[in-house]
C-alpha cells in the first residue's frame, strides 16, 4: 500500500512541476523574450527535471528498503506463528493424554 501512495505523490509532484514548468515558459516567452532569460529559464527547467528524477530515485529506494523490511518482519512473524502452532499441537496431545486417562480411570 505504501509503494502505491509512494507512486502517486511522485506522479503528482512531476505532474505539478510539468505544469509549473509550462506556466513559467508561458511567462518568460510573453513578458521576457529576450535569448538570455530563455536560456536561463532552460536552464532552470533541466535542473528541476533532474531534482525531480533524483527525488522519484530517493522515494523508490525508500519503498524497496521498506518492502525489504515487511518481507523480513512477516518472515519473522511466520516463524512465530509455526512455534506457536507447535506449542498448541503439544497441549493437544497432553490434553488427549489427559481426557483418555480421565476416562480410563
Not at 21 to 48: A, G, H, L, M, Y
Not at 58 to 67: A, D, F, Q, R
Not at 72 to 88: E, G, K, T
Request: glycine share 2%; net charge negative.
Amino acid at each position: 500500500m505504501h509503494g502505491r501512495c509512494v507512486e502517486r505523490e511522485s506522479d503528482a509532484f512531476n505532474q505539478l512541476q510539468v505544469e509549473q514548468s509550462e506556466e513559467r515558459n508561458e511567462i518568460f516567452d510573453k513578458w521576457f523574450p529576450s535569448e538570455i532569460i530563455t536560456t536561463i529559464n532552460q536552464i532552470q527547467n533541466v535542473r528541476e527535471q533532474q531534482e525531480v528524477e533524483a527525488y522519484r530515485d530517493l522515494l523508490e529506494k525508500e519503498k524497496e528498503e521498506k518492502l525489504g523490511k515487511l518481507k523480513s518482519d512477516n518472515l519473522a512473524l511466520d516463524d512465530l506463528l509455526a512455534q506457536d502452532q507447535q506449542s498448541v499441537d503439544r497441549l493437544k496431545v497432553i490434553d488427549r493424554k489427559l481426557k483418555d486417562k480421565e476416562a480410563a480411570d
